[in-house]
Structure formats: C-alpha cells, structure tokens
C-alpha cells in the first residue's frame, strides 16, 4: 500500500528494500538507492523506515528466503 503517489512504484521500491536487507546489503546502501529514488519524500520516508526496522532482524544469522506467490498476494481495501 503506497502512502501518496505511484502505488505500483512504491510497491517496487518496497520489495527492493526488502530484498537488499535480505541478502545482507547495509542500511547505508539502502539510503544511497532511496536518495536517487523517483518518490516523494513521505513515501521515501516510510520506506526508510521499514528499512531501519527491518535492518537489524534481516541477515546471515537470520537467512530469509524470497520467492514469488504464483497469482501474488490479494488485494486489500484501502481506506483514505
């Protein structure tokens, strides 16, 4: 779910900033990729955020694995 903006976009850079973290990129690099973003700065923001979160449960000692969810996930009703 995209806070403003591109929905679809918001959602790509989401899954990225997910990935990097997965395969043990630093934080740092994840800032580097959302500077040169096409976003605006609360979407930016938000996605920082989750990064940040998202950073110190993410690695080697913790492997995650990604995989595509054939027919991917349903969509859900937004409220505004």
């Not at 903006?5 to 997910?18: I, K």
């Not at 973290?21 to 700065?41: F, I, K, N």
């Not at 913790?62 to 027919?71: F, Q, S």
Request: aromatic share 4%; charged share 30%; hydrophobic share 45%.
């Amino acid at each position: 779910m995209s806070p403003v903006g591109d929905g679809a976009l918001f959602d790509e850079y989401r899954t990225e900033v997910e990935a990097m973290l997965a395969v043990g990129r630093p934080l740092s690099a994840v800032e580097r990729m959302l500077e040169r973003a096409p976003l605006d700065s609360d979407e930016r923001s938000v996605l920082w955020l989750l990064g940040w979160a998202l950073h110190e449960n993410v690695g080697a000692g913790e492997p995650v694995e990604l995989a595509l969810v054939e027919g991917g996930a349903p969509d859900r009703p937004v409220s505004r």
